[in-house]
C-alpha cells in the first residue's frame, strides 16, 4: 500500500524548526483549538477553503460554478457557507484572481520524502535535517511513521513538533526513528491548558513523562509565550522546575507573533488575538536567565 | 541612409561624471588639436596615428591631484579623444555626437561652427560609427542600446585587464628595453617604435603629476607636505627603475591604467601584495598607512564613475604570491566593508583552501550592506573556463570577471561583450508570424515562421523558436567578429597591446593577431522569462489542452486585458527558480542550446572562444519596457528577469530551491552568470553559520557565482517615498551597484520585486 499523507505546506531552508537548514512538513489536521494559532488553516482534517479578499476581482466566477452553493456572489461580495462546502475545488479553479485556494493536498509520503532530499546536502553541511510539524504531526500516525522510517534510511536528521496530544502508542512508535521531539508546552497548569486549547493534561503530561523516561536527551520543550494566558513568572518556574525533574535539558521560548492573524478572516473566522500586540522578546529575557540559572538551556526564538 | 541616429545614448552612466576641470575653450582646442592629428597621420599607419593622438590628450587630459589623493592620476574626458570603452571617452578615436552637441550648446554662438566642423569630420571617422554604418541595416539589429531591436551591436573593448605583473618586474626601462630589442631585430615594425613612445608618454605623464605635487607642496600641513613628497618621489622613481615599494608599484600600475582606458583592474592582490607584504615587514609602511592607500585606491576607483566595472580581484587558484597576496585581501575586505562604495567591483575568487577568516570577512562585509565582494568559485569556473575558453587548466587559473561578471584571461585575451540578444522579444516575435507586436516591424530576419495552427507537439513549436533563434545567432558572431575587423582598421590599442600576451613578441596589435586569446562574449536577455514562457505553452497548450497557442497568443496581444484566467493559469505553471524538473530543465535546455550555438559560432568564425555572458545591467528593465507580453504571464513593457535569475517574486520556495535551480546550469557554456541573492540584515546576520553553509553547499553543488545584497524589508519602499533619507542604501543591481535612490524608477521597480528572504 502506497502511504499518503495531507499536508497544507512543505517549507524549505527553515531555520527555526530544530538546528541547521531544514526542511519543514506541515501536516494538516490539529485536534487542538488555541485561540493564537498562526496556522488556523492546518485545524480541519480535510482542510478548508480560504479567500483572498484582497485578490478578489469581484467577478463572481466562483458563484457560478459551485456545485453546492457554498459560494455566493451577493451585492457584490463573495460569501462562503463552509459548513456546506465540500472542497471540490470548482470555484478555485475558475477564480481569475487566485482569490480561493484550498491549502491542504493530498501527497504520496514517498514524494514527499523525494522533495525533502532536494536540500539533503544542505541540511549535511549545517546539521539540520526535517522537521514534521503542523497541524499536529501525530494526528497522522501511519503516515508520519512511514516518512520518519524513509527519512531514517535516507540518513536524514528528523525531528517531530508535536502537542504530544496523541495516545502514547503513537509516541512510542515514532521514537527510534526520531532524532528530536519538540514538544509544545503551553501551559503548565492543566485545568487552563484543557480550557483554552482543548487539550487533555493528563495525556500531555503523561506523555513528556514517559517519553523522557527513556529519550529525555532527545526532547527539547517549546513554550509559546501568549500574552493574557501564560506569560506569567509562575508558569515558567513550574515548566523549568518539570523539565528538570524530566531531566529534560533543552526549552525554546516562542514569543507570541501576529503573522498568523490575518489568515481568520481568509477562513471566514474571528481571531480572538486580533488585538494583541506581538511579544518583544527582551520580554522574555528575565523568565530565560531563570532557567538557565536551573541548568537548562533555553534560547528566545 | 543609415538606420540609426549617431546621438543614441551609448552606455549605461548610471553613476554622475565628475564635469571636466578645463575652461570651455581649452576643451574645444584639445578637440581641434586631436582631430588635426588625426587628420593629418590619417596617411600614417595606425600606431603612428594612435600615437600621436595621444601625446595631444596626454599629460593634458590629467586632472590635479586631489587633497584627499595619497597617489596621483585623475583623467577627464572629452567627447572627441581615444579610449577603450564608452564608459571613459568612447572607442577608438572616437566622437560621441550626443555628448559633443551638448557641450556646443555652452558655447558662446560664434565658437559653435568650430563644433560643427568637428561634428562633420567624425561622422566618416569615429570607430564605433564606422561599426554602425554597416551593419545597423535593417530591422533586426540595432546600435547600442536601442531596446527596439532583438539584437544589438557595438564595437568596443571593454573588460581588458593587463599582464601588470610585466609592467611592474621590468618597469619602465625594462619595458622600453624590451622594445628597443625587438626594434632592433625589426626596424620597421611601427608597433614597436610606438610602443616605446608610449613609455614616453608614461613618463610624460608622471613628471607633470610630480610637478603638480610639489606646487602643491606650498602652503600645505606638514602631513600633507610628507604625502605630497612621498607621491613626487614615487613619480620619479617609476619613471627610472621597476617599483620597490608598494606605492611606487601602485602609482606605476595606477597611471598605466588610465592611460590604456581600462577600467578594470584583476587580480591586485597578487600584483601588489608582494610589495606590500615587504614593505610592511620592513616598517616601511604601517598596517594603517596600507589601509589608507588602499582606501585611496578604493577612491580614486570610485571616482572614475564606471558603473559596470571598476573589477578589482583578490583570492582563487593560480596566484604566484598566495601568502602575500592575502596580506592586500585581508585589508581590502576592511576598506570594502568601511566604504560600501559602488565600486570598485570587488570580487573574490573562493575554493575549498578559502579560511573561515576570509569567509568571515567577506560575510561581514556583505552583511554591513557593501554588496562586495561578488562571490566567484573557483572549484567550478576554473574547469569551466578551462572548457570554455579552449585553454588549460593553468591558463584558465587566470580568469577574471570584468563588467557584469564576463570573464577575460587576465592578459591574455580580449572578452569585450559586443552584442545583446533579447530571447523574449524574439519568442513574442516568432509567436507573432515574425512582426514584433510592440511596434508591427517584421523582425523574422527571413525565418520561416508556421501560422499557430500548425503546431502539433511542443517540440515542434519549440523547435520553430530554435529555428528563428539559429539565424540571430549567426548574426551575432559574425557582428562581433566584424566589430573586431572595424577596430583594427583603426586603431592598435597600443597601451593594452604592450601589456597582452602575445602582442610584443609578435610585433602586433592585440586585435592586428597580437593577442593569444582572441574571445567575445554575447550577453543574454530574458532567457528565464522564455523558458518560463515555454514551460506555460508546454503544460497549457500541449499537455492539460487547456488552452490554444491562439488563444495564448491573443491573451498576449491584448497584454491579457479580458483573460485574467487564462493569465492566472500562465502565472501558476511552474516557475525557473523553484527547484522544479519540469521548468528547471527546460530553462537548462533552453540554456544548453543558445550557449552552445553562440559558442561553437565563435570556434567558427576564426575566434578562440565566443561565449554567453548571462548577465544585465539595468538593460533588462529597459530591453523589458520594449517587450510585448510573453506566456510566462508577464505584461507588456515589464522588465525581464534579471540575469539568469528568476522573474522578480516567482521563486516561492525559499534560497536552497532557487540555488538549487541557479546551480542547475553547467558553467562550462557560458563565461559568466550573474547570480543575484537578497537577504534582510536580521537572517543574514544573525545567522552566520546557516548562511556559510548554504553559500558553501551551493558552491559545493555546482554553483559557480553568488551576489549578495542585504537590505531591510520596506527599506527600498521607503527609501522610493523618502529618498533623502538613504542616500548611502546600495544594492545590487545584476552585475553592478548603485546607491537605490539614484537609480530610476522603473529599475527600483524590478529590484523590489525581487524576493528578499527574511
Same mark, same amino acid.
Given at each position: 500500500?502506497?502511504?499518503?499523507?495531507?499536508?497544507?505546506?512543505?517549507?524549505?531552508?527553515?531555520?527555526?524548526?530544530?538546528?541547521?537548514?531544514?526542511?519543514?512538513?506541515?501536516?494538516?489536521?490539529?485536534?487542538?483549538?488555541?485561540?493564537?494559532?498562526?496556522?488556523?488553516?492546518?485545524?480541519?482534517?480535510?482542510?478548508?477553503?480560504?479567500?483572498?479578499?484582497?485578490?478578489?476581482?469581484?467577478?463572481?466566477?466562483?458563484?457560478?460554478?459551485?456545485?453546492?452553493? #457554498?459560494?455566493?456572489?451577493?451585492?457584490?461580495?463573495?460569501?462562503?457557507?463552509?459548513?456546506?462546502?465540500?472542497?471540490?475545488?470548482?470555484?478555485?479553479?475558475?477564480?481569475?484572481?487566485?482569490?480561493?485556494?484550498?491549502?491542504?493536498?493530498?501527497?504520496?509520503?514517498?514524494?514527499?520524502?523525494?522533495?525533502?532530499?532536494?536540500?539533503?546536502?544542505?541540511?549535511?553541511?549545517? *546539521?539540520?535535517?526535517?522537521?514534521?510539524?503542523?497541524?499536529?504531526?501525530?494526528?497522522?500516525?501511519?503516515?508520519?511513521?512511514?516518512?520518519?522510517?524513509?527519512?531514517?534510511?535516507? *540518513?536524514?536528521?528528523?525531528?517531530?513538533?508535536?502537542?504530544?496530544?496523541?495516545?502514547?502508542?503513537?509516541?512510542?512508535?515514532?521514537?527510534?526513528?526520531?532524532?528530536?521531539?519538540?514538544?509544545?508546552?503551553?501551559?503548565?497548569?492543566?485545568?487552563?491548558?484543557?480550557?483554552?486549547?482543548?487539550?487533555?493534561?493528563?495525556?500531555?503530561?503523561?506523555?513528556?513523562?514517559?517519553?523522557?523516561?527513556?529519550?529525555?536527551?532527545?526532547?527539547?520543550?517549546?513554550?509559546?509565550?501568549?500574552?493574557?494566558?501564560?506569560?506569567?513568572?509562575?508558569?515558567?518556574?513550574?515548566?523549568?522546575?518539570?523539565?528538570?525533574?524530566?531531566?529534560?535539558?533543552?526549552?525554546?521560548?516562542?514569543?507570541?507573533?501576529?503573522?498568523?492573524?490575518? $489568515?481568520?478572516?481568509?477562513?471566514?473566522?474571528?481571531?480572538?488575538?486580533?488585538?494583541?500586540? @506581538?511579544?518583544?522578546?527582551?520580554?522574555?529575557?528575565?523568565?530565560?536567565?531563570?532557567?538557565?540559572?536551573?541548568?537548562?538551556?533555553? /534560547?528566545?526564538? | 541612409?543609415?538606420? %540609426?541616429?549617431?546621438?543614441?545614448?551609448?552606455?549605461?552612466?548610471?553613476?554622475?561624471?565628475?564635469?571636466?576641470?578645463? @575652461?570651455?575653450?581649452?576643451?574645444?582646442?584639445?578637440?581641434?588639436?586631436?582631430?588635426?592629428?588625426?587628420?593629418?597621420?590619417?596617411?600614417?599607419?595606425?600606431?603612428?596615428?594612435?600615437?600621436?593622438?595621444?601625446?595631444?590628450?596626454?599629460?593634458?587630459?590629467?586632472?590635479?591631484?586631489?587633497?584627499?589623493?595619497?597617489?596621483?592620476?585623475?583623467?577627464?574626458?572629452?567627447?572627441?579623444?581615444?579610449?577603450?570603452?564608452?564608459?571613459?571617452?568612447?572607442?577608438?578615436?572616437?566622437?560621441?555626437?550626443?555628448?559633443?552637441?551638448?557641450?556646443?550648446?555652452?558655447?558662446?554662438?560664434?565658437?559653435?561652427?568650430?563644433?560643427?566642423?568637428?561634428?562633420?569630420?567624425?561622422?566618416?571617422?569615429?570607430?564605433?560609427?564606422?561599426?554602425?554604418?554597416?551593419?545597423?541595416?535593417?530591422?533586426?539589429?540595432?546600435?547600442?542600446?536601442?531596446?527596439?531591436?532583438?539584437?544589438?551591436?557595438?564595437?568596443? &573593448?571593454?573588460?581588458?585587464?593587463?599582464?601588470?605583473?610585466?609592467?611592474?618586474?621590468?618597469?619602465?626601462?625594462?619595458?622600453?628595453?624590451?622594445?628597443?630589442?625587438?626594434?632592433?631585430?625589426?626596424?620597421?615594425?611601427?608597433?614597436?617604435?610606438?610602443?616605446?613612445?608610449?613609455?614616453?608618454?608614461?613618463?610624460?605623464?608622471?613628471?607633470? &603629476?610630480?610637478?603638480? #605635487?610639489?606646487?602643491?607642496?606650498?602652503?600645505?600641513?606638514?602631513?600633507?607636505?610628507?604625502?605630497?613628497?612621498?607621491?613626487?618621489?614615487?613619480?620619479?622613481?617609476?619613471?627610472?627603475?621597476?617599483?620597490?615599494?608598494?606605492?611606487?608599484?601602485?602609482?606605476?600600475?595606477?597611471?598605466?591604467?588610465?592611460?590604456?582606458?581600462?577600467?578594470?583592474?584583476?587580480?591586485?592582490?597578487?600584483?601588489?601584495?608582494?610589495?606590500?607584504?615587504?614593505?610592511?615587514?620592513?616598517?616601511?609602511?604601517?598596517?594603517?598607512?596600507?589601509?589608507?592607500?588602499?582606501?585611496?585606491?578604493?577612491?580614486?576607483?570610485?571616482?572614475?564613475?564606471?558603473?559596470?566595472?571598476?573589477?578589482?580581484?583578490?583570492?582563487?587558484?593560480?596566484?604566484?604570491?598566495?601568502?602575500? #597576496?592575502?596580506?592586500?585581501?585581508?585589508?581590502?575586505?576592511?576598506?570594502?566593508?568601511?566604504?560600501?562604495?559602488?565600486?570598485?567591483?570587488?570580487?573574490?575568487?573562493?575554493?575549498?583552501?578559502?579560511?573561515?577568516?576570509?569567509?568571515?570577512?567577506?560575510?561581514?562585509?556583505?552583511?554591513?550592506?557593501?554588496?562586495?565582494?561578488?562571490?566567484?568559485?573557483?572549484?567550478?569556473?576554473?574547469?569551466?573556463?578551462?572548457?570554455?575558453?579552449?585553454?588549460?587548466?593553468?591558463?584558465?587559473?587566470?580568469?577574471?570577471? %570584468?563588467?557584469?561578471?564576463?570573464?577575460?584571461?587576465?592578459?591574455?585575451?580580449?572578452?569585450?561583450?559586443?552584442?545583446?540578444?533579447?530571447?523574449?522579444?524574439?519568442?513574442?516575435?516568432?509567436?507573432?508570424?515574425?512582426?514584433?507586436?510592440?511596434?508591427?516591424?517584421?523582425?523574422?530576419?527571413?525565418?520561416?515562421?508556421?501560422?499557430?495552427?500548425?503546431?502539433?507537439?511542443?517540440?515542434?513549436?519549440?523547435?520553430?523558436?530554435?529555428?528563428?533563434?539559429?539565424?540571430?545567432?549567426?548574426?551575432?558572431?559574425?557582428?562581433?567578429?566584424?566589430?573586431?575587423?572595424?577596430?583594427?582598421?583603426?586603431?592598435?590599442?597600443?597601451?593594452?597591446?604592450?601589456?597582452?600576451?602575445?602582442?610584443?613578441?609578435?610585433?602586433?596589435?592585440?586585435?592586428?593577431?597580437?593577442?593569444?586569446?582572441?574571445?567575445?562574449?554575447?550577453?543574454?536577455?530574458?532567457?528565464?522569462?522564455?523558458?518560463?514562457?515555454?514551460?506555460?505553452?508546454?503544460?497549457?497548450?500541449?499537455?492539460?489542452?487547456?488552452? /490554444?497557442?491562439?488563444?495564448?497568443?491573443?491573451?498576449? &496581444?491584448?497584454?491579457? $486585458?479580458?483573460?485574467?484566467?487564462?493569465?492566472?493559469?500562465?502565472?501558476?505553471?511552474?516557475?525557473?527558480?523553484?527547484?522544479?524538473?519540469?521548468?528547471?530543465?527546460?530553462?537548462?535546455?533552453?540554456?544548453?542550446?543558445?550557449?552552445?550555438?553562440?559558442?561553437?559560432?565563435?570556434?567558427?568564425?576564426?575566434?578562440?572562444?565566443?561565449?554567453?555572458?548571462?548577465?544585465?545591467?539595468?538593460?533588462?528593465?529597459?530591453?523589458?519596457?520594449?517587450?510585448?507580453?510573453?506566456?510566462?504571464?508577464?505584461? /507588456?513593457?515589464?522588465?525581464?528577469?534579471?540575469?539568469?535569475?528568476?522573474?522578480?517574486?516567482?521563486?516561492?520556495?525559499? @534560497?536552497?530551491?532557487?540555488?538549487?535551480? &541557479?546551480?542547475?546550469?553547467?558553467?562550462?557554456?557560458?563565461?559568466?552568470?550573474?547570480?543575484?541573492?537578497?537577504?534582510?540584515? #536580521?537572517?543574514?546576520?544573525?545567522?552566520?553559520?546557516?548562511?556559510?553553509?548554504?553559500?558553501?553547499?551551493?558552491?559545493?553543488? *555546482?554553483?559557480?557565482?553568488?551576489?549578495?545584497?542585504?537590505?531591510?524589508?520596506?527599506?527600498?519602499?521607503?527609501?522610493?517615498?523618502?529618498?533623502?533619507?538613504?542616500?548611502?542604501?546600495?544594492?545590487?543591481?545584476?552585475? %553592478?551597484?548603485?546607491?537605490?535612490?539614484?537609480?530610476?524608477?522603473?529599475?527600483?521597480?524590478?529590484?523590489?520585486?525581487?524576493?528578499?528572504?527574511?
Amino acid at each position: 500500500m502506497t502511504e499518503t499523507v495531507k499536508v497544507f505546506d512543505i517549507e524549505r531552508f527553515a531555520i527555526k524548526d530544530g538546528p541547521g537548514i531544514r526542511t519543514v512538513v506541515f501536516m494538516q489536521g490539529c485536534p487542538l483549538h488555541c485561540p493564537w494559532c498562526s496556522n488556523p488553516e492546518s485545524a480541519a482534517v480535510d482542510g478548508v477553503l480560504r479567500y483572498y479578499e484582497a485578490k478578489c476581482l469581484h467577478c463572481g466566477a466562483c458563484a457560478a460554478v459551485c456545485p453546492e452553493s #457554498a459560494v455566493k456572489f451577493e451585492d457584490g461580495l463573495v460569501r462562503i457557507d463552509r459548513s456546506v462546502c465540500t472542497l471540490c475545488g470548482a470555484c478555485v479553479e475558475n477564480c481569475p484572481g487566485a482569490a480561493l485556494k484550498i491549502q491542504a493536498k493530498r501527497m504520496k509520503c514517498r514524494d514527499v520524502i523525494d522533495i525533502l532530499l532536494r536540500d539533503k546536502d544542505y541540511y549535511e553541511h549545517s *546539521g539540520g535535517g526535517v522537521t514534521f510539524s503542523g497541524g499536529e504531526a501525530l494526528a497522522q500516525p501511519d503516515a508520519l511513521l512511514a516518512m520518519l522510517k524513509m527519512c531514517r534510511d535516507e *540518513g536524514l536528521h528528523t525531528a517531530v513538533e508535536t502537542t504530544a496530544n496523541a495516545p502514547y502508542d503513537v509516541l512510542s512508535a515514532i521514537e527510534p526513528y526520531t532524532d528530536l521531539f519538540l514538544i509544545d508546552l503551553k501551559h503548565t497548569d492543566g485545568g487552563k491548558l484543557h480550557e483554552v486549547t482543548g487539550a487533555n493534561p493528563e495525556l500531555v503530561f503523561g506523555n513528556i513523562r514517559s517519553l523522557a523516561s527513556t529519550a529525555a536527551r532527545k526532547i527539547r520543550l517549546r513554550m509559546p509565550c501568549i500574552p493574557g494566558f501564560n506569560v506569567e513568572r509562575e508558569h515558567f518556574e513550574k515548566a523549568f522546575a518539570f523539565a528538570v525533574e524530566n531531566g529534560i535539558k533543552g526549552l525554546d521560548l516562542l514569543p507570541y507573533h501576529t503573522l498568523g492573524t490575518g $489568515k481568520y478572516k481568509q477562513l471566514g473566522r474571528e481571531c480572538l488575538y486580533a488585538r494583541t500586540e @506581538p511579544l518583544d522578546r527582551s520580554e522574555l529575557e528575565l523568565y530565560a536567565g531563570i532557567g538557565n540559572s536551573m541548568g537548562l538551556d533555553i /534560547s528566545i526564538l | 541612409m543609415a538606420k %540609426f541616429n549617431v546621438e543614441t545614448v551609448q552606455n549605461v552612466e548610471q553613476s554622475k561624471k565628475i564635469p571636466c576641470c578645463k @575652461p570651455i575653450l581649452e576643451q574645444l582646442e584639445i578637440m581641434e588639436a586631436y582631430t588635426d592629428a588625426h587628420r593629418r597621420f590619417s596617411n600614417s599607419t595606425r600606431e603612428r596615428r594612435e600615437v600621436e593622438c595621444l601625446k595631444v590628450l596626454y599629460p593634458r587630459m590629467f586632472r590635479p591631484i586631489e587633497p584627499q589623493d595619497l597617489f596621483a592620476g585623475r583623467l577627464d574626458f572629452l567627447p572627441i579623444g581615444f579610449g577603450c570603452v564608452t564608459s571613459v571617452g568612447g572607442v577608438g578615436h572616437y566622437c560621441v555626437f550626443r555628448k559633443l552637441r551638448q557641450f556646443q550648446e555652452q558655447l558662446p554662438d560664434e565658437l559653435k561652427p568650430r563644433v560643427d566642423t568637428l561634428y562633420d569630420y567624425w561622422l566618416d571617422n569615429d570607430v564605433k560609427t564606422q561599426f554602425n554604418r554597416d551593419m545597423i541595416v535593417d530591422d533586426t539589429m540595432g546600435m547600442f542600446i536601442d531596446t527596439a531591436f532583438p539584437l544589438i551591436a557595438t564595437a568596443r &573593448l571593454s573588460g581588458m585587464m593587463l599582464d601588470y605583473p610585466k609592467l611592474v618586474e621590468n618597469g619602465v626601462p625594462g619595458m622600453r628595453r624590451i622594445l628597443e630589442e625587438h626594434i632592433a631585430a625589426s626596424p620597421d615594425n611601427d608597433f614597436y617604435k610606438a610602443g616605446l613612445e608610449c613609455m614616453d608618454i608614461l613618463c610624460h605623464s608622471a613628471e607633470a &603629476l610630480r610637478k603638480d #605635487a610639489l606646487n602643491q607642496m606650498e602652503g600645505a600641513s606638514t602631513e600633507r607636505k610628507r604625502q605630497l613628497a612621498s607621491m613626487a618621489d614615487s613619480l620619479e622613481s617609476i619613471r627610472k627603475r621597476a617599483p620597490e615599494t608598494f606605492v611606487e608599484a601602485l602609482q606605476l600600475f595606477w597611471l598605466y591604467a588610465l592611460l590604456a582606458g581600462v577600467i578594470n583592474y584583476g587580480r591586485l592582490d597578487d600584483l601588489l601584495g608582494p610589495y606590500l607584504a615587504a614593505d610592511l615587514k620592513s616598517g616601511r609602511l604601517t598596517e594603517s598607512e596600507a589601509y589608507d592607500y588602499i582606501k585611496s585606491l578604493w577612491t580614486m576607483i570610485e571616482n572614475r564613475r564606471t558603473t559596470v566595472n571598476g573589477r578589482v580581484i583578490v583570492g582563487g587558484k593560480g596566484r604566484k604570491h598566495p601568502e602575500e #597576496a592575502d596580506v592586500f585581501m585581508h585589508l581590502a575586505l576592511k576598506v570594502c566593508k568601511d566604504c560600501r562604495y559602488v565600486e570598485p567591483q570587488f570580487t573574490l575568487r573562493i575554493d575549498r583552501t578559502t579560511t573561515d577568516r576570509t569567509w568571515n570577512e567577506a560575510l561581514d562585509a556583505l552583511g554591513a550592506g557593501a554588496t562586495y565582494p561578488t562571490l566567484y568559485n573557483d572549484e567550478v569556473e576554473v574547469p569551466a573556463v578551462a572548457y570554455g575558453m579552449r585553454v588549460d587548466g593553468k591558463t584558465a587559473e587566470w580568469y577574471v570577471p %570584468f563588467g557584469c561578471t564576463e570573464f577575460v584571461i587576465q592578459g591574455q585575451s580580449t572578452g569585450t561583450p559586443n552584442i545583446c540578444i533579447n530571447l523574449l522579444k524574439l519568442l513574442t516575435i516568432y509567436m507573432n508570424d515574425g512582426i514584433d507586436p510592440i511596434d508591427g516591424l517584421k523582425k523574422d530576419a527571413g525565418a520561416v515562421i508556421k501560422p499557430l495552427e500548425e503546431y502539433g507537439s511542443f517540440e515542434d513549436f519549440y523547435n520553430g523558436y530554435k529555428a528563428l533563434l539559429d539565424i540571430y545567432l549567426d548574426k551575432s558572431a559574425q557582428a562581433q567578429y566584424y566589430s573586431y575587423e572595424v577596430m583594427n582598421r583603426n586603431v592598435s590599442f597600443l597601451f593594452n597591446s604592450l601589456l597582452t600576451d602575445d602582442c610584443i613578441e609578435r610585433g602586433k596589435a592585440l586585435l592586428d593577431g597580437g593577442v593569444r586569446y582572441l574571445g567575445g562574449t554575447c550577453e543574454i536577455y530574458g532567457s528565464i522569462n522564455t523558458s518560463d514562457s515555454l514551460e506555460a505553452i508546454r503544460e497549457l497548450v500541449f499537455q492539460k489542452r487547456k488552452y /490554444s497557442l491562439r488563444q495564448i497568443h491573443d491573451a498576449m &496581444l491584448a497584454d491579457f $486585458k479580458g483573460y485574467d484566467l487564462l493569465r492566472r493559469d500562465c502565472l501558476a505553471c511552474d516557475k525557473y527558480g523553484n527547484d522544479l524538473d519540469t521548468a528547471d530543465s527546460l530553462a537548462n535546455d533552453l540554456y544548453e542550446f543558445y550557449a552552445t550555438g553562440v559558442r561553437d559560432r565563435g570556434i567558427k568564425v576564426g575566434m578562440q572562444y565566443f561565449l554567453v555572458v548571462i548577465s544585465n545591467n539595468q538593460l533588462n528593465t529597459e530591453w523589458g519596457n520594449a517587450t510585448a507580453a510573453s506566456p510566462d504571464g508577464r505584461l /507588456s513593457g515589464m522588465y525581464l528577469n534579471p540575469a539568469n535569475n528568476p522573474q522578480g517574486g516567482a521563486n516561492v520556495s525559499g @534560497p536552497t530551491a532557487m540555488l538549487n535551480s &541557479l546551480a542547475r546550469f553547467d558553467a562550462k557554456y557560458h563565461a559568466g552568470s550573474v547570480q543575484n541573492i537578497k537577504f534582510s540584515p #536580521a537572517l543574514f546576520n544573525g545567522n552566520r553559520e546557516i548562511i556559510k553553509a548554504l553559500f558553501k553547499t551551493y558552491f559545493d553543488r *555546482g554553483g559557480c557565482h553568488l551576489m549578495v545584497t542585504t537590505v531591510n524589508r520596506g527599506e527600498l519602499e521607503d527609501a522610493m517615498v523618502h529618498p533623502e533619507k538613504y542616500p548611502d542604501l546600495i544594492v545590487r543591481v545584476s552585475g %553592478f551597484s548603485a546607491v537605490f535612490v539614484e537609480l530610476p524608477r522603473n529599475v527600483q521597480e524590478e529590484l523590489l520585486s525581487r524576493v528578499l528572504y527574511d
